[in-house]
């Protein structure tokens, strides 16, 4: 973005001011990532008032800044835009601004798998297009303006991640990014304690086609029932499937794994073998989005073929990491769900990469009143026929160890509710068979520091 301070007054409705000329090639909401020439935009809250950051943002380069009315203290020599409300003054000036751009906006949504998705679109087309795509969690109503402002004018795909926590909000960022393509990579439990059913997480989902343009397409879950209503509703060829069933558009026959990753086989839409540099089906199935979205930019079989081989994924998604004494990690501690657990003790359980198997699960965040029977009804995925053993963290896995007690052997049977050392110690016990290690976990319980410890133990 390269506007004056006057083009976006008038973005904003407001009057020119003296300090109009004040060229703006950004904006922040934080000093601490402030790049010189960006709008300081604070937000006066409960705990922390950003008024008060305002003369720092112009000695670290602000060009100019927004001032809430009726906060005092406002500086007279200083290019200021006075507006009733900073957040919807930003999220206007996206609104303005995505307005005056080319670009064809991409949204993701769902309740697992929506990074991993936007890493795969964003990389299937950024061999043969300028491609921007959201950065770490940017994905809420200020973070979702703030990618916008972001983009270069000359970006042709915006491969957009929107998250939510309750109904309305979906909606609001889709008719604010008025995406051509809208993907909805699945329906799980997250955000229960908000929505109170899969029916509601698949409604509130679902919103991500409330700002479709004329003539764009819903690319969703077609193994998920609960979408079926909602994409029915859409016009005749609007919504395009995706999955393992009969009735999807595109189908995922095979996937094989390897350490290189995952080769996997379509038929449908695009028949034909392809491969991603990730373990597990249910990104072989998120890859799928991203083969649909290919074709329907124009490229070719062997284009997508190739730039998928290529795509990296954010990290700890089903990550491999090679640990001591030939053991393997699969890193997928960025965040759980049961629907995501459930998939990636799925691969683990068929998986040939390793003899012996243990999978780390940690809490699962934010179930509300499923916390209880989410982490139960993981003990049919848990069979010492599949696994070696078993190791839980967190005071909700509690819940699951009661569960196994009985069923595993009690060596190979670990839990811990705040002490990450009774894992560690008996995971380095196993280091030296090398064994297969999953760490699967809600980002709050931050697994992935066992792969850290174990190394500075040796």
């Known amino acids: 973005m390269k506007r004056t301070l006057n083009e976006i007054a008038h973005w904003l409705g407001l009057p020119a001011v003296e300090n109009g000329d004040a060229a703006v090639t950004g904006v922040s909401i934080d000093t601490r990532t402030l790049n010189k020439g960006d709008l300081f935009i604070p937000f006066k809250g409960e705990q922390a008032d ?37 957040e919807q003054a930003l999220q206007q000036m996206a609104r303005r601004y995505r307005d005056e751009l080319e670009a064809v906006f991409i949204g993701i949504t769902g309740s697992n798998g929506k990074t991993s998705t936007k890493d795969l679109v964003a990389g299937t087309l ?56 809208a993907v909805i990579t699945n ?14 997480i698949a409604e509130a989902k679902s919103e991500i086609t409330d700002g479709l343009l004329t003539g764009g397409r819903l690319f969703y879950d077609g193994d998920e029932p609960l979408l079926v209503p909602h994409a029915e509703k859409l016009p005749e060829n609007t919504a395009v499937p995706f999955g393992k069933g009969e009735a999807c558009g595109l189908r995922l026959l095979s996937v094989e ?33 991203a083969i649909l979205i290919g074709k329907e930019a124009g ?30 990690f699969i890193n997928d501690a960025y965040n759980a769900a049961p629907t995501s657990v459930r998939a990636a003790l799925g691969f683990v359980r068929d998986s040939k990469l390793r003899d012996e198997k243990w999978a780390v699960l940690g809490d699962m965040l934010e179930l509300g009143v499923l916390e209880v029977p989410a982490h139960e ?34 060596d190979r049977l670990v839990w811990s509710g705040e002490d990450l050392y009774p894992i560690t110690a008996k995971l380095h016990e196993r280091l030296e ?11 709050g319980m931050a697994l992935e520091r066992i792969i850290g410890e174990l190394a500075d133990n040796l």
């Open 50 to 86: 950003g008024h008060r950051f305002v003369r720092q943002a112009f000695e670290k380069g602000a060009a100019a800044t927004l001032w809430q009315k009726g906060v005092d203290g406002a500086p007279e020599d200083l290019p200021v835009l006075f507006v009733e409300d900073p």
């Open 126 to 181: 950024s061999p043969y297009f300028r491609v921007r795509k959201t950065e770490g969690n940017y994905n809420n109503q200020l973070g979702l303006p703030l990618t916008i402002l972001s983009l270069p004018e000359d970006t042709e795909y915006a491969v957009l991640e929107m998250g939510m926590s309750g109904f309305g909000e979906i909606s609001f960022l889709s008719e604010l990014a008025r995406p051509k393509y």
């Open 187 to 200: 329906i799980g439990e997250a955000h229960m304690q908000d929505l109170g059913s899969r029916e509601g």
């Open 257 to 289: 794994p390897s350490e290189a990753g995952s080769i996997f086989r379509t038929e449908g839409i695009i028949e034909g073998e392809f491969m991603i540099s990730v373990l597990g089906a249910h990104q072989a199935k998120n890859a799928l989005a």
């Open 299 to 328: 490229l070719s079989e062997d284009q997508i073929r190739e730039a998928l081989k290529q795509v990296e994924l954010t990290g700890m998604r089903m990550q491999t990491v090679e640990g001591p004494h030939g053991s393997l």
């Open 377 to 410: 009804g993981l003990e049919g995925e848990l069979d010492p026929a599949d696994f070696d053993g078993v190791c839980l963290f967190g005071p909700r896995m509690e819940h699951l160890y009661r569960k196994l007690e009985g069923k595993f052997p009690a």
């Open 433 to 443: 068979h090398a064994p297969l290690i999953l760490l699967k976990g809600s980002r």
